[in-house]
């Protein structure tokens, strides 16, 4: 019997802390959260943690779309996407490449009933080899005075034998930017 009250109450407070605000954990840094559902850091003071999706856009760079907010209710994370966000968008172009924001993982983004990938996200998809794309977000990085950033991935194009004007622009900005 104290077996099955055991097993019980632990299978019910797994269900209940699943999606909690303890998942969120915020250690990831913008280009590692590309492509991904994130959630911003909230002020002590405020009650709701915002949320979007980050992606390239091949013309402006690294991007936020906002989505609403998580509130927790009951411990759990629960979406609320206010009127705003229901027939608008909120679209950031992303400047500050040392904010930490915590990614949800596939699980979480399936409870949350968030569409993986969103289907919008197709409009951003680029045309060019994945080479180009690696030069061009190299290029956006270099211009927003994050060649720390960006020189990685240059170094990563050169040794895979893509030598290009553009890279070499690129890798010589870098260079002199450090």
């Known amino acids: 019997m104290k077996k099955i009250f055991i097993s019980s109450f632990l299978v019910l407070s797994i269900s209940m802390f699943s999606q909690t605000v303890t998942d969120l954990k915020f250690d990831s840094n913008i280009i590692d959260s590309e492509n991904s559902y994130v959630v911003l850091p909230k002020k002590e003071k405020d009650t709701k943690y915002g949320y ?3 992606y390239f856009d091949e013309m402006a760079g690294y991007t936020f779309r906002s989505l609403g907010d998580l ?5 759990k994370l ?3 996407t206010d009127e705003f966000h229901k027939s608008s968008m909120l679209i950031s172009r992303i400047g500050n490449f040392n904010l930490k924001t915590a990614k949800l993982n596939d699980d979480l983004v399936k409870k949350l009933n968030l569409e993986s990938p969103p289907k919008w996200l197709e409009n951003y998809k680029g045309s060019k080899s994945e080479n180009e794309k690696i030069l061009n977000r190299a290029s956006k990085l270099n211009g927003a005075d994050n060649p720390q950033l960006a020189l990685p991935k240059l170094l990563e194009l050169y040794e895979n034998n893509f030598k290009t004007e ?3 622009f690129e890798l010589i900005f870098s260079y002199n930017a450090l």
């Open 71 to 75: 509130v927790i209710e009951n411990g």
């Open 52 to 54: 979007g999706f980050i």
């Open 166 to 168: 553009a890279l070499y």
């Open 78 to 80: 629960k979406v609320v």
